[in-house]
């Protein structure tokens, strides 16, 4: 099938390098945009530093409002560049953008920037939309097929677990008590479950000879647990090399869907040509 007549408009022409990266003008963009988010997100952390925000805020405040004018002039772009806005602007890309530029504004306004810090943080949620560039989406898909159909087998898995912390604090209860800390089974549930994930707070510990064996015993099943997840991911992903359908970048103009099959011409979701003005 012939492709219908190639975008002309600057509206098309600005949507063809914002929303799709199977064209070197959106590649391009994409990797613009990766550093920027990367800058801004070592501005956020080294501004929390507070000697290194006395000696530079006005580097960083200026530093900031750059980047954040940078990403206004790209939401506004996303905004005019699709025919029908709402569908960009209430989707999850949309709300991250927008709350990625909204803190310097803000606090420019009422104040409180220190606040502010963790949504600023929030922009490197957008790198997963970078990584939609055509070397990556094919094994992102791989990986999302292979969470969503290993997501039983983990559900039982950690239902199982959850058991055995529940039945191990019961035990480390009645058998420490509260000389060694244990006041209480919901207490020594939060023990148990320290110590099967081997990360020891060591606010807790036994200290009868029964309670250390019962211990070394849940910390030994612990490095068994940790390999139980990584091999159900690793099996469905391997089985999904061969149920993966290709798709591409493609971003309809009309309605925002950006999952299409290689070559595709019109929009799964809406029917649409997918490169008409």
């Not at 925002?256 to 997918?274: M, R, V, Y």
């Amino acid at each position: 099938m012939a492709r219908t007549q190639p975008k002309t408009g600057w509206k098309a022409q600005i949507h063809e390098i914002i929303y799709e990266a199977d064209t070197p003008a959106g590649k391009f963009f994409d990797v613009a945009l990766l550093i920027v988010i990367v800058i801004s997100i070592i501005l956020v952390m080294l501004e929390s530093v507070g000697t290194l925000n006395l000696k530079y805020y006005w580097y960083f405040y200026i530093a900031e409002w750059i980047i954040t004018i940078i990403f206004t002039v790209e939401y506004i772009l996303r905004v005019i560049s699709i025919k029908k806005p709402k569908n960009y602007i209430f989707s999850f890309y949309g709300v991250i953008d927008l709350l990625s530029t909204l803190p310097t504004y803000i606090a420019f306004i009422f104040g409180g920037h220190n606040f502010l810090f963790a949504i600023r943080a929030l922009r490197l949620l957008r790198v997963f939309r970078i990584l939609k560039i055509t070397r990556y989406i094919g094994e992102s898909n791989r990986l999302l097929l292979a969470l969503k159909n290993s997501r039983p087998k983990i559900t039982v898995f950690l239902f199982a677990v959850l058991i055995i912390c529940i039945i191990m604090g019961t035990v480390m209860h009645l058998v420490e008590g509260e000389k060694g800390g244990f006041d209480n089974i919901p207490l020594s549930i939060y023990w148990c479950i320290v110590t099967l994930t081997t990360v020891g707070f060591g606010d807790i510990h036994p200290i009868t000879p029964l309670g250390r064996f019962i211990a070394s015993f849940i910390m030994i099943v612990g490095y068994g647990i940790i390999a139980v997840p990584t091999g159900i991911v690793t099996s469905e992903f391997t089985k999904s090399q061969k149920d993966i359908i290709p798709t591409n970048t493609q971003v309809c103009p009309h309605c925002n869907e950006d999952k299409h099959l290689d070559k595709a011409e019109f929009c799964q979701n809406c029917g649409k040509p997918l490169h008409a003005n």
